[in-house]
């Protein structure tokens, strides 16, 4: 899921840069 998100940034996909604040998502 982690290794996922790091090559498919998919701001819909609820994962935990999603959890995180993420600058980039403001």
């Known amino acids: 899921m982690v290794a996922?998100?790091?090559v498919n940034k998919d701001?819909?996909?609820p994962t935990l840069k999603?959890?995180?604040p993420n600058p980039?998502?403001?």
Do not use: M, V, Y
Request: aromatic share 0%; net charge negative.
């Open 11 to 13: 701001p819909d996909e």
């Open 4 to 6: 996922k998100d790091a």
């Open 24 to 26: 980039l998502r403001s």
């Open 18 to 20: 999603d959890l995180a």
